[in-house]
């Protein structure tokens, strides 16, 4: 009768045997005489354990067909099945049950694949968001943390942060600080946070100007948000002098400058549209540049302060931040207790950041660590002939292999200068035969490089030496200079005189800073080689 | 591009960077970068942050736009120098002529 029934069943006609371990096709109806009982029983027992939860347990019959007509025996035997079926039974009845005990099963496998999906789902999600967590917290790696400079109060409205806050220590010893906030709040406002923030650490290590970082950052946020996403944001450098700031402003809440004594209040007003609006050719870099006396305070934030209780109709007014701030002093742990306040009276609805940055030289410079001298001596002689002064920098190449020896990258600036001195006297009058008395006169410096640059070009004969000669012990370089030409002294008489006339002649410093930068002057081979001792020590 | 210009303070001041060695290669460009400011400029401001070396005539350039620009009617200011590059212009005085940050 089963045959005749269009079932997508597996059936069995007789209980598996004992040895059989549950696994392989799934088992759906059985046949079950009252002979096998205990067979089945066992078998059972043996097969079910706690890992077969309810997906397995498809392994298992779930519906018996009884081939004796106690009922009953079946029931108290065979528990945990779906349905017993006493035969003989109509086949309408025998049907309805089978077909009935299939939607089951194909409930249960629904079920059970659901389930499997959702658990994938949920582990790739965890999984995903352990990697954007990583990748921020990469992305903000560089962020310099504990600077005395700055304060700050950041409240972001969920995990991931639609406010940036960054801050780094400039190449040039000065403090930058990027404030930004992306359009909305989450993971799709965080998002841009991580090619601003690493423009902003690259720029910043190389001491780039503020405008060339408001730049750069929009041009990248122009490329990647979506046209209704784009970043209100303050970029600040203080000098290592911490008396003079560089801003650009775009969308975002003025920041409120408070005059150190007299506590004086300015603002740093927005000038322009926010970052990622405009096109590199529409965008405005401009920047706000000015002195501020030490200790001035600039207290910005984002518009998740000002917009604290506005759900409730009573948005927080800026005459009330400067309230609270005139009343606490402009002191930061006061200012942050004063927000906590409200925030406990009102729920925030979006990110919500505060900086205080107090002016102050930054002291970055003297933090550098310094390398100890080479305690190798070197020597090292360069001869420059008409074709290496037409085409070479021969200072920069000495420079360049200087460097490679311990400790000697940072009396880089200062070798130059005077090697450059002594080397452009010795080409510029000595070999080209030269005045510098034509710089003074009208279009005089230009015409006097122009005229060099011709000499040069047609130069057959000449040469100059360099000479250098390392001794550790001397913590100093020796330097000789010669060239080919008729000679020249330094005259002290005129140098005495131009010490006088400082500002007035744009010739004659070259050789007043070697003899300021160095020691041991002196002019040999009867005037034809210079020779002075660059003492290798900290300014 | 070793010399870049920009304006700052809405227009009012003219900012020049000098990057890698500011010597008399530069003589032609730098001159240029100042020629023909109007009078809305006050004030002139060489920030020497990217400036690894100088050397006098560095100096006569400095002195020389110093001239043209109309000694002692716009401030110039020589900022962000390097400890290396601030000596050199001590040596020379440049504070009495410059304000220097």
């Given amino acids: 009768m089963l045959a005749d029934l269009t079932l997508d069943v597996i059936i069995s006609a007789q209980p598996p045997a004992l040895e059989s371990d549950g696994f392989g096709p799934p088992l759906d109806i059985i046949f079950l005489p009252y002979s096998k009982l205990d067979d089945f029983t066992q078998w059972r027992e043996k097969n079910r354990g706690p890992q077969r939860s309810s997906v397995n347990s498809l392994n298992q019959p779930e519906l018996v067909i009884w081939l004796d007509s106690d009922e009953t025996v079946a029931e108290s035997h065979v528990p945990d099945v779906h349905d017993i079926i006493c035969v003989p039974c109509s086949r309408i009845e025998l049907e309805i049950r089978i077909r009935n005990y299939r939607s089951l099963r194909e409930a249960k496998t629904t079920n059970a694949d659901q389930a499997r999906r959702l658990t994938w789902h949920r582990e790739r999600m965890v999984q995903e968001h352990n990697i954007v967590q990583n990748m921020f917290a990469n992305a903000f790696s560089r962020h310099l943390v504990d600077d005395d400079h700055v304060e700050t109060f950041l409240r972001p409205l969920s995990n991931f942060n639609g406010d940036l806050f960054l801050l780094a220590r400039g190449g040039s010893g000065s403090l930058y600080f990027m404030l930004g906030d992306f359009t909305g709040h989450g993971l799709a406002a965080a998002i841009g946070t991580i090619p601003a923030s690493q423009t902003f650490f690259a720029m910043a290590k190389r001491s780039a100007p503020v405008s060339q970082m408001a730049q750069e950052i929009n041009r990248q946020l122009y490329q990647l948000l979506p046209s209704d996403m784009f970043c209100c944001a303050l970029i600040l450098e203080m000098s290592a002098t911490g008396d003079r700031i560089n801003w650009w402003s775009g969308g975002i809440p003025p920041a409120v400058m408070?005059?150190?004594?007299?506590?004086?209040?300015?603002?740093?007003?927005?000038?322009?549209?926010?970052?990622?609006?405009?096109?590199?050719?529409?965008?405005?870099?401009?920047?706000?540049?000015?002195?501020?006396?030490?200790?001035?305070?600039?207290?910005?934030?984002?518009?998740?302060?000002?917009?604290?209780?506005?759900?409730?109709?009573?948005?927080?007014?800026?005459?009330?931040?400067?309230?609270?701030?005139?009343?606490?002093?402009?002191?930061?742990?006061?200012?942050?207790?004063?927000?906590?306040?409200?925030?406990?009276?009102?729920?925030?609805?979006?990110?919500?950041?505060?900086?205080?940055?107090?002016?102050?030289?930054?002291?970055?410079?003297?933090?550098?660590?310094?390398?100890?001298?080479?305690?190798?001596?070197?020597?090292?002689?360069?001869?420059?002939?008409?074709?290496?002064?037409?085409?070479?920098?021969?200072?920069?190449?000495?420079l360049r292999g200087l460097s490679q020896f311990d400790g000697m990258e940072r009396f880089r600036p200062r070798l130059y200068t005077v090697l450059s001195e002594a080397y452009n006297n010795a080409l510029e009058h000595g070999v080209l035969r030269m005045s510098s008395k034509s710089k003074g006169e009208d279009n005089g410096f230009e015409n006097y490089y122009l005229e060099r640059s011709k000499r040069l070009s047609r130069l057959q004969r000449g040469q100059i030496d360099i000479e250098l000669r390392y001794e550790p012990k001397l913590q100093a370089i020796q330097v000789k200079v010669r060239d080919s030409g008729t000679g020249f002294r330094f005259d002290e008489m005129a140098c005495d005189a131009l010490d006088q006339h400082r500002g007035e002649t744009t010739f004659g410093r070259g050789l007043h800073l070697i003899r300021e930068l160095t020691r041991d002057l002196r002019w040999t081979e009867e005037g034809r080689c210079i020779e002075f001792s660059v003492p290798l020590e900290d300014i | 591009m070793s010399l870049l210009t920009e304006f700052a303070n809405d227009g009012k001041q003219f900012v020049i960077h000098v990057k890698g060695k500011f010597d008399f290669g530069m003589v032609h460009d730098f001159r240029q970068s100042y020629e023909g400011l109007t009078e809305r400029v006050s004030s002139v401001v060489v920030d020497f942050r990217e400036t690894e070396y100088i050397d006098s005539s560095a100096l006569g350039m400095l002195l020389n736009m110093r001239k043209s620009l109309g000694a002692g009617t716009r401030t110039i200011h020589l900022i962000n120098c390097r400890p290396e590059v601030r000596k050199i212009l001590d040596i020379s005085r440049f504070d009495k002529l410059f304000v220097i940050e």
């Fill in chain 1, 258 to 398: 408070v005059a150190p004594d007299s506590h004086e209040v300015s603002y740093l007003e927005p000038q322009h549209v926010p970052l990622g609006v405009l096109g590199p050719a529409e965008f405005d870099s401009g920047i706000i540049s000015m002195r501020v006396p030490h200790r001035t305070r600039i207290l910005a934030f984002t518009d998740g302060l000002i917009e604290l209780g506005i759900h409730e109709g009573k948005p927080l007014q800026i005459e009330q931040l400067l309230s609270a701030g005139q009343k606490n002093d402009w002191d930061m742990s006061r200012m942050t207790e004063w927000i906590e306040d409200k925030l406990a009276e009102t729920a925030p609805q979006d990110d919500l950041s505060v900086v205080m940055l107090t002016c102050s030289p930054t002291g970055f410079h003297e933090q550098k660590g310094k390398d100890n001298l080479t305690k190798l001596p070197f020597a090292l002689k360069v001869t420059v002939g008409p074709n290496e002064a037409r085409t070479l920098d021969p200072i920069a190449a000495i």
